[in-house]
Nanobody
Framework: QVHLVESGGGLVRPGGSLRLSCEIS????????IGWVRQAPGGGREGVAC????????YYPPSVKGRFTTSTDNAKNTVYLDLNNLKPEDTAKYYC??????????WGPGTQVAVSS
């Protein structure tokens, strides 16, 4: 059974930084993508970062490119999302997720990020 748990969320001022962690257990070798998705209050889900396992390539949407960076530590079975130069519109619950095909099929419970002065 795949299990994901995020941590590292919190309250930060605009321009500040956070590092989110996602500890993964039970992942199998057919994992295709590990990603980060956020959902703001009253809003829809938005993918903010992903890593393609086959070649390590990453993808970021324009809204976060240059500010967010995702990375993995295979020895710790952990994926990170570094959030820099945070803006109030980055306020959301952040989830890590795994895809074996073309949709995320395992999700963590999420960690809350709030950006406010």
């Amino acid at each position: 059974q795949v299990h994901l748990v995020e941590s590292g969320g919190g309250l930060v001022r605009p321009g500040g930084s956070l590092r989110l962690s996602c500890e993964i257990s039970g992942a199998t070798s057919d994992t295709r993508v590990i990603g980060w998705v956020r959902q703001a209050p009253g809003g829809g889900r938005e993918g903010v970062a992903c890593i393609q396992i086959s070649d390590g390539s990453t993808y970021y949407p324009p809204s976060v490119k240059g500010r967010f960076t995702t990375s993995t530590d295979n020895a710790k079975n952990t994926v990170y999302l570094d959030l820099n130069n945070l803006k109030p519109e980055d306020t959301a619950k952040y989830y890590c997720a795994i895809a074996h095909a073309y949709e995320y099929d395992y999700w963590g419970p999420g960690t809350q990020v709030a950006v406010s002065s």
